[in-house]
């Protein structure tokens, strides 16, 4: 009885080495190479075309809404590397918003092309406000936890893919 389970534990340990072994195997690069766990922002065609993302900033005081004047977005991109890895995030500030709220941030393509990245995720944060009253930043539209950007529509005539985000609202705290 007890050859019996000395038996039995002996082929449970062998088995177990091996699956070790195999494992590790597949960390020292012998298994097959990694698939890239991303989807591009622009496909292969669009690779030249510049990527324009847009949007509205608006001040919450009380019941009502209005435009800020010189508010800004900020822009948060993963890249990939020619692997398939992604890198750190890097961001792009908006231009500050016009009368109308509105605000435009460009990212270029050779800002991508001379670190051999491809963009895989965009997110569009709040950044700033001019305004001492309607400062505070609010999550509407995860403005303070990132809008992630996919709705877009290609610009012929610019050489660009534009992006639109919600419109993201800073109050006055109260």
């Keep these: 009885m007890l050859m019996a389970a000395l038996t039995t534990f002996s082929i449970s340990l062998i088995l177990c080495s091996l699956m070790v072994v195999f494992a590790s195997a597949s960390d020292y690069g012998y298994a097959s190479k990694p698939q890239?766990?991303?989807?591009?922002?622009?496909?292969?065609k669009e690779e030249s075309l510049s990527i324009g993302i847009e949007g509205i900033i608006l001040c919450k005081s009380g019941p009502k809404t209005t435009p800020i004047e010189g508010a800004v977005a900020r822009i948060a991109c993963l890249g990939v590397d020619e692997h398939?890895?992604?890198?750190?995030?890097?961001?792009?500030?908006?231009k500050p918003t016009d009368s109308k709220g509105y605000y435009f941030?460009?990212?270029?393509?050779?800002?991508?092309?001379?670190?051999?990245?491809?963009?895989?995720?965009?997110?569009?944060?709040?950044?700033?406000?001019?305004?001492?009253?309607?400062?505070?930043?609010?999550?509407?539209?995860?403005?303070?936890?990132?809008?992630?950007?996919?709705?877009?529509?290609?610009?012929?005539?610019?050489?660009?893919?534009?992006?639109?985000?919600?419109?993201?609202?800073?109050?006055?705290?109260?």
């Design 36 to 44: 890239p766990f991303y989807k591009p922002m622009l496909d292969v």
């Design 84 to 94: 398939g890895y992604e890198t750190a995030p890097f961001s792009i500030l908006s």
């Design 105 to 174: 941030a460009t990212l270029y393509p050779h800002q991508l092309i001379r670190r051999n990245l491809k963009l895989a995720d965009c997110k569009a944060f709040l950044q700033d406000s001019p305004l001492e009253t309607c400062k505070v930043a609010t999550d509407v539209n995860k403005g303070t936890t990132g809008a992630p950007i996919s709705y877009s529509r290609l610009l012929h005539d610019k050489k660009m893919r534009l992006y639109s985000v919600p419109p993201f609202i800073f109050s006055n705290g109260y």
